[in-house]
C-alpha cells in the first residue's frame, strides 16, 4: 500500500511517504517558504523521487492542527484533492501529536506545545505507563492561558512543540533549562506523520474525505473582528 502524509500546522509543509516495498521518502519545505506555492511541487518531487504515481496512492494522511490557519487550510484541501483523485481514504491526525510521537521511548509525560498568540497556548498532554509504552493522549488538544498551563509543567515533564520559539512560553519554562526552540524534535515529522497516518487508520473506520475539518481549537482574529463590527452597527 502507498500512503502519502502531509502536515502544514507550522511554518515549514512536512510530507511523508511509504511505498507498497516499505521505503519511507520524506520532504519538507524550509521554514522561509509558502504552504500555497510549495506544497503541491513538493508533493510531486517527492513521488516522482519514490517512484510512485499520485494514483497510487491508497491511504492520505493529514494534519488538521492545531496550528496555522492558512497552512491547515491548504494541507487539507491539498489531501482532499488526492484522495478523491486517487479514490484514497483520508485520515485526519492531530498535529501535536504527530509532535509528541518525536519523544524519547523513556519519556513518561510529553507535554506539546504551540503557541496560540494573544497570551495562549495550544497544548495537548501524553504519558506512558512504562519505558517503551505507547504514548497515550490524556485527553484533546486543546487552547487554554499560558499561565495556567505553565503551572502543570513539573519537573519529570518533556516539553516539546512549535511554541518553544516564542520567548513568552521559553521564560514560562525556565525551571527545566535551555530549550532550544530549532530542534527539528519540535515538529512533525515525514517518518513520523506516516506511522500516525498508518495506525490510525487501522483503529478507525473509513469516512468521506470531506466530512474532515481542521482543528482550529477558536476562531481568527478577523472573524472575532467581523463579529465585533457587526454587533456595534
Same mark, same amino acid.
Request: proline share 7%; charged share 25%; no cysteine.
Given at each position: 500500500?502507498?500512503?502519502?502524509?502531509?502536515?502544514?500546522?507550522?511554518?515549514?509543509?512536512?510530507?511523508? @511517504?511509504?511505498?507498497? *516495498?516499505?521505503?519511507?521518502? /520524506?520532504?519538507?519545505? $524550509?521554514?522561509?517558504?509558502?504552504?500555497?506555492?510549495?506544497?503541491?511541487? =513538493?508533493?510531486?518531487?517527492?513521488?516522482?523521487?519514490?517512484?510512485?504515481?499520485?494514483?497510487?496512492?491508497? @491511504?492520505?494522511?493529514?494534519?488538521?492542527?492545531? =496550528?496555522?490557519?492558512?497552512?491547515? &487550510?491548504?494541507?487539507?484541501?491539498?489531501?482532499?484533492?488526492?484522495?478523491?483523485? !486517487?479514490?484514497?481514504?483520508?485520515?485526519?491526525?492531530?498535529?501535536?501529536?504527530?509532535?509528541?510521537?518525536?519523544?524519547?521511548?523513556?519519556?513518561?509525560?510529553?507535554?506539546?506545545?504551540?503557541?496560540?498568540?494573544?497570551?495562549?497556548?495550544?497544548?495537548? /498532554?501524553?504519558?506512558? /505507563?512504562?519505558?517503551?509504552?505507547? @504514548?497515550? !493522549?490524556?485527553? #484533546?488538544?486543546?487552547? %487554554? #492561558?499560558?499561565?495556567?498551563?505553565?503551572?502543570?509543567?513539573?519537573?519529570?515533564?518533556?516539553?516539546?512543540? #512549535?511554541?518553544?520559539?516564542?520567548?513568552?512560553?521559553?521564560?514560562?519554562?525556565?525551571?527545566? =533549562?535551555?530549550? $532550544?526552540? %530549532?530542534?527539528?524534535?519540535?515538529?512533525?515529522?515525514?517518518? &513520523?506523520?506516516?506511522?500516525?497516518?498508518? &495506525?490510525?487508520?487501522?483503529?478507525?473506520? #473509513?469516512?468521506?474525505? =470531506?466530512?474532515?475539518?481542521?482543528?482550529?481549537?477558536?476562531? *481568527?482574529?478577523?472573524?472575532?473582528?467581523?463579529?465585533?463590527?457587526?454587533?456595534?452597527?
Amino acid at each position: 500500500m502507498n500512503l502519502l502524509a502531509v502536515d502544514t500546522s507550522g511554518d515549514r509543509s512536512v510530507v511523508g @511517504l511509504l511505498t507498497g *516495498s516499505g521505503a519511507i521518502f /520524506e520532504a519538507e519545505t $524550509d521554514a522561509t517558504r509558502k504552504h500555497g506555492r510549495d506544497l503541491i511541487p =513538493g508533493i510531486r518531487e517527492l513521488l516522482e523521487r519514490a517512484g510512485v504515481r499520485a494514483v497510487d496512492l491508497a @491511504l492520505i494522511g493529514v494534519g488538521l492542527g492545531p =496550528g496555522s490557519y492558512t497552512g491547515l &487550510r491548504i494541507g487539507l484541501t491539498a489531501a482532499r484533492t488526492l484522495a478523491y483523485a !486517487a479514490g484514497a481514504r483520508l485520515v485526519g491526525f492531530d498535529s501535536l501529536e504527530a509532535v509528541a510521537a518525536n519523544a524519547p521511548d523513556d519519556a513518561p509525560r510529553v507535554l506539546v506545545v504551540g503557541d496560540a498568540q494573544r497570551g495562549d497556548v495550544y497544548a495537548s /498532554e501524553f504519558r506512558r /505507563e512504562a519505558p517503551g509504552a505507547a @504514548l497515550v !493522549a490524556t485527553g #484533546p488538544s486543546r487552547i %487554554e #492561558p499560558l499561565a495556567a498551563w505553565a503551572a502543570r509543567v513539573g519537573p519529570e515533564s518533556l516539553v516539546l512543540g #512549535p511554541g518553544l520559539r516564542s520567548p513568552a512560553i521559553r521564560s514560562s519554562l525556565a525551571g527545566l =533549562g535551555d530549550v $532550544d526552540p %530549532e530542534n527539528p524534535i519540535n515538529r512533525p515529522s515525514g517518518r &513520523r506523520i506516516v506511522e500516525l497516518t498508518r &495506525r490510525l487508520a487501522g483503529a478507525t473506520p #473509513p469516512g468521506d474525505p =470531506g466530512d474532515l475539518e481542521p482543528n482550529y481549537l477558536r476562531r *481568527s482574529a478577523a472573524e472575532d473582528q467581523w463579529d465585533a463590527r457587526a454587533a456595534s452597527r
